[in-house]
């Protein structure tokens, strides 16, 4: 009995997390729409989760500004994950159009397109702007608003350096209880595989081969655009820019990608992004505190991938001809969009009317897209998250706030 405890115990999550995820799918291939009898264990799952977000993004980033102790420092962070994440994020729209150009899934593929969905209205600049500041802290934690949050945590970090010694006591309080939930996040993932089951078997059960069938040829350019841009933008960029082995990035990075990939929020990773930044990555408190809480809310390179895909799929189903100045304003729009539905709900829709209406194209052909969008969705949180992490680890290194010991080998459970 204790050989095979100790056999499962030397498993690597991950590898226990995509055991549940394979069993996931052939359950919810055998079950069909029973498979929803499995929900409430991955609703539970997805809850416990949550349950960490408000707390550790505003725990994390006040410690991550506290332990860099100079707000220039903290500047100069800043500036360089924004600039990388919208460099990224314009790779990633190429990078969809360049698939979807050379494979063309909408050639050859006729189906009726309805107007029953209507994506709401993305916000102007003034409203992005004056919505940064929370009016009331409490209330922006309530409704769980990640850009009040971080705003609010990084000014109540700057002041809490600028007044020194008496702000220690504060400090020391903010430090401990971010580790309890670092620990807490530690003992939810352990129940990971079992929540990844569930979550992957309610959606292979809720669709079906009729559903997928006719869209089989998009799904499956989302997905292979997205599997390069993790495996050639993201690991070249690590390789080319901070001279680090692509491969020790992507395996500290799994479990938080296959979390992604089940539960299709960024945002709901976040706890596990953070434990794999600072535990298998190696990256110090300061930057994964600060750099992952933006990453999650403004960096949607998968988003824009995805759209880069779906909006040349639209072109080539109805036969629109794009121009030369459709394709550069669709990488241009589906950038700045990227920035300006962050953290709202439906973004990806949102995004794709923008750059719908910029190109000419019909917003009746939402309605084809919302119908495959979360098996769509999972993709593309999977590279957002890959995204957050990669970025995180190349500041990380340009700022020398990266352990290379625990990066190369991967030694878990040693933390700054």
Request: hydrophobic content about 55%; glycine content about 10%; overall charge neutral.
């Amino acid at each position: 009995m204790s050989q095979r405890m100790h056999f499962l115990t030397a498993i690597p999550l991950w590898q226990k997390i995509m055991a549940g995820l394979l069993l996931g799918i052939i359950a919810g291939w055998l079950l069909g729409d029973h498979a929803q009898w499995l929900s409430p264990i991955g609703t539970l799952f997805i809850n416990a989760i949550k349950m960490l977000i408000v707390p550790l993004v505003f725990t994390s980033l006040i410690s991550g500004i506290v332990s860099m102790g100079d707000p220039a420092k903290m500047g100069r962070i800043g500036g360089k994950a924004v600039a990388l994440y919208l460099i990224t994020t314009a790779f990633a729209i190429a990078l969809g159009m360049l698939a979807a150009s050379i494979l063309q899934p909408g050639i050859g593929v006729e189906m009726q397109m309805n107007n029953s969905v209507s994506p709401g209205a993305a916000p102007t600049l003034t409203e992005i702007l004056v919505g940064l500041v929370p009016t009331n802290p409490i209330s922006a934690m309530v409704d769980g608003n990640i850009l009040q949050i971080i705003v609010f945590a990084i000014a109540l970090g700057i002041s809490l350096v600028l007044i020194g010694e008496r702000g220690q006591p504060a400090i020391r309080v903010i430090d401990s209880v971010a580790e309890a939930l670092y620990k807490l996040t530690s003992l939810i993932m352990a129940c990971a595989p079992v929540g990844v089951f569930a979550l992957i078997a309610v959606v292979a059960g809720q669709y079906g081969l009729a559903v997928l069938i006719p869209l089989l040829k998009v799904i499956g350019v989302v997905y292979l655009a997205c599997i390069l841009h993790v495996l050639v933008v993201y690991s070249g960029m690590l390789a080319l820019l901070a001279r680090l082995n692509p491969k020790r990035y992507l395996g500290g990075s799994l479990d938080a990608i296959v979390v992604a990939f089940s539960s299709a929020s960024s945002a709901g990773t976040l706890p596990v992004s953070i434990r794999c930044a600072r535990e298998k990555l190696g990256i110090s408190q300061g930057v994964s505190g600060f750099v992952l809480p933006v990453g999650a809310t403004i960096n949607m390179d998968g988003t824009a991938l995805y759209m880069g895909v779906v909006a040349l799929f639209v072109a080539q189903l109805t036969g629109t001809d794009l121009t030369t100045t459709d394709y550069v304003m669709i990488v241009l729009t589906g950038t700045l969009a990227s920035i300006g539905t962050a953290g709202v709900p439906g973004a990806g829709l949102i995004m794709l009317s923008i750059v719908f209406a910029q190109t000419n194209l019909p917003l009746e052909a939402l309605g084809l897209i919302a119908g495959i969008d979360r098996i769509l969705d999972m993709a593309r949180t999977a590279v957002n998250v890959s995204g957050d992490l990669m970025v995180t680890t190349l500041v990380g290194k340009s700022e020398r706030e990266i352990d290379l010991d625990i990066y190369n080998d991967k030694a878990a459970g040693q933390t700054f």
